[in-house]
């Protein structure tokens, strides 16, 4: 069977300053760009062969501003603690520090980290789907 791919696009007013977040500090690859197509720059980033990608967008001349809320929430479920506690390093290396949740369910198994947008990913230190108690 044949997964398909998701797509998560999202509108910035800078691709220069969401770069260093999403490659650098959680290590996505870049997987295309665009400039100017119809009045539009973008960048795809993601794991290469993985079935999901993340997409951001800049309108010429237009402004979007920062996230509405502090739940816009993108999870990362690392299940290996050594692979979340080497994620959460290199997120720090990178000079991204963790921000208190929202929500604090997030702040029992993960930690939170704030895009330049105002945007949140939790890095969360456990499997999907979660185990049932």
């Known amino acids: 069977m044949t997964l398909p791919t998701l797509?998560?696009?999202?509108?910035?007013?800078?691709?220069?300053?969401?770069?260093?977040f999403?490659?650098?500090?959680?290590?996505?690859?870049?997987l295309g760009q665009f400039e100017d197509h119809a009045g539009f720059d973008g960048i795809m980033l993601g794991?290469?062969?993985?079935?999901?990608?993340?997409?951001?967008t800049h309108q010429r001349s237009h402004t979007v501003g920062r996230a509405p809320t502090q739940d816009n929430l993108l999870i990362?479920?690392?299940p290996q603690h050594e692979t979340w506690q080497a994620a959460v390093?290199?997120?720090r290396r990178q000079g991204f520090e963790p921000v208190p949740s929202r929500n604090p369910y997030?702040?029992?198994?993960?930690?939170?980290?704030e895009?330049?947008?105002?945007?949140r990913v939790v890095l969360q230190c456990g499997q999907w789907p979660p185990a049932v108690s």
Request: with cysteine.
């Open 7 to 20: 797509r998560i696009a999202r509108p910035t007013d800078s691709i220069a300053r969401l770069l260093p």
């Open 76 to 78: 990362w479920y690392l």
């Open 22 to 30: 999403y490659r650098d500090g959680l290590g996505l690859s870049v």
């Open 115 to 119: 895009d330049p947008d105002g945007y």
């Open 89 to 91: 390093a290199r997120m």
């Open 106 to 113: 997030w702040d029992a198994s993960g930690c939170t980290f």
């Open 47 to 56: 794991q290469p062969g993985a079935p999901f990608h993340l997409e951001f």
